[in-house]
């Protein structure tokens, strides 16, 4: 457990840099060098203080960047605080210190402002989280492109965005799951499959944010109360609705709810929240590769069975879905007489079909939907029948109980963590 809070404590340090929670100064770039900077699409000629690529964030001359944007700046003399406004938005900075204000709200920049050339550069992100302009960054042509609209390719065609979302409502719940590790407060979400109105390890960070139902059937009118300027939907669950969603504010589908990393991409680059999904995914392809040289071969050899109780007495296993995925990217395969069938999830309808649920290792995350026990008694009778007993995994003690929320319900990153901090446990690498 040592070393697994101590990962734990790396992930968190990572994105407490990018979140501007560790202070950033000037005293710690250790490089500086120029780079091109594009307003929607044109390249933008400064005279004097070039934008500048210092200790890895992007800073620029502020004064030059609020004329091409026709922004007014003011500066206080006795404070030195400079407030750039720009149609009811602003920001408040003062030269030294990364303490900030945006829109009215206190916080961190990424760097503090440093002078340069007789001018005050600024972090460009926060320019943008001010007025709602996206930031892109191309290393390799060590350009940054600061976009005022977006039109956005999703699962169900293109949408338009006039200015990064500042409303934003989610449809299903690996979303939610991602907005809260973004950073972004969604104005409403659909409520949790399971401890409603949020699953407990979000719960805190969405106080206040209206619960519109369930994933399959939000709540239309609570949505369109909410006014929002943004709604991130899924395809495999709101095709059918997608014409009412986009009469209510523009619209952006997902493919499906569970390819967990290809949705945190896409929320990220619509939200303008890139550099937060870019340390998350580095951190987890880190933990990823470390879970894999601990296990050896022993990974490639290991088959693995996802499995649950249904209410209606069958059994159930997945091959396709949140958690399987997870599992063949750590390098795990599924026995061959669950891949052989056509079904990504099968039921399984009788007790004489019990061995096909066996693998090395059964990971069980059923789920008790009416919260009255009924679903474990199902679930015994399982356990209790004589094939069960004889499966491979059950006689090795490789059967586990797992959380359903962080294998299944949940479906986003923030729950692929939990998962892995699990797999870590099962297979004794801590």
């Not at 296990?295 to 050899?301: A, F, P, R, W, Y």
Request: no cysteine.
């Amino acid at each position: 457990m040592i070393r697994m809070n101590k990962r734990l404590l790396g992930f968190a340090l990572s994105l407490a840099l990018i979140f501007g929670l560790i202070p950033f100064t000037a005293a710690s770039a250790a490089t500086t060098q120029n780079v091109t900077l594009n307003l929607d699409g044109k390249k933008v000629a400064f005279t004097g203080a070039q934008p500048q690529l210092i200790g890895g964030k992007i800073f620029v001359p502020y004064a030059a960047l609020a004329a091409q944007l026709k922004a007014t700046v003011k500066t206080d003399a006795a404070s030195k605080k400079t407030t750039i406004s720009l149609n009811g938005k602003s920001i408040v900075f003062t030269p030294g210190t990364v303490n900030a204000t945006i829109n009215g709200k206190a916080v961190k920049l990424e760097g503090a402002p440093v002078s340069k050339d007789k001018s005050v550069l600024v972090p460009v992100r926060s320019i943008g989280d001010a007025f709602g302009i996206w930031v892109s960054w191309s290393g390799s042509k060590k350009t940054v492109d600061l976009n005022r609209t977006k039109t956005v390719k999703h699962a169900l065609g293109e949408t338009k965005l006039n200015g990064v979302p500042q409303r934003v409502v989610i449809l299903f719940n690996g979303m939610v799951d991602t907005s809260v590790l973004l950073g972004v407060k969604p104005v409403g979400a659909v409520e949790s499959y399971l401890q409603q109105p949020f699953y407990e390890y979000l719960r805190p960070s969405l106080i206040g944010v209206k619960d519109l139902g369930d994933e399959t059937q939000p709540n239309l009118e609570g949505i369109a109360a909410l006014k929002p300027d943004l709604i991130i939907a899924s395809k495999m669950r709101h095709e059918k609705i997608n014409d009412q969603l986009s009469k209510i504010a523009p619209t952006v589908h997902t493919e499906d709810v569970f390819s967990w990393q290809a949705n945190l991409k896409f929320a990220a680059d619509v939200l303008n929240k890139q550099p937060l999904a870019d340390a998350y995914l580095a951190n987890w392809n880190k933990r990823v590769a470390d879970f894999k040289k601990k296990m050896g071969s022993k990974v490639s050899q290991t088959e693995v069975s996802v499995i649950r109780t249904n209410p209606n007495g069958t059994a159930r296993f997945y091959v396709e879905g949140f958690a399987p995925n997870i599992l063949l990217d750590l390098g795990f395969k599924f026995p061959k007489t669950q891949t052989d069938l056509t079904q990504d999830i099968m039921n399984v309808a009788t007790k004489e079909q019990t061995p096909l649920l066996d693998a090395d290792y059964i990971f069980d995350f059923t789920v008790d939907w009416d919260g009255d026990g009924a679903v474990y008694k199902l679930q015994k009778e399982w356990i209790d029948n004589p094939l069960w007993k004889n499966l491979k995994a059950v006689k090795n003690k490789k059967y586990y109980k797992v959380n359903a929320v962080n294998w299944n319900l949940s479906g986003g990153p923030l729950a692929a963590q939990k998962m892995l901090d699990d797999l870590y446990f099962y297979f004794n690498l801590e």
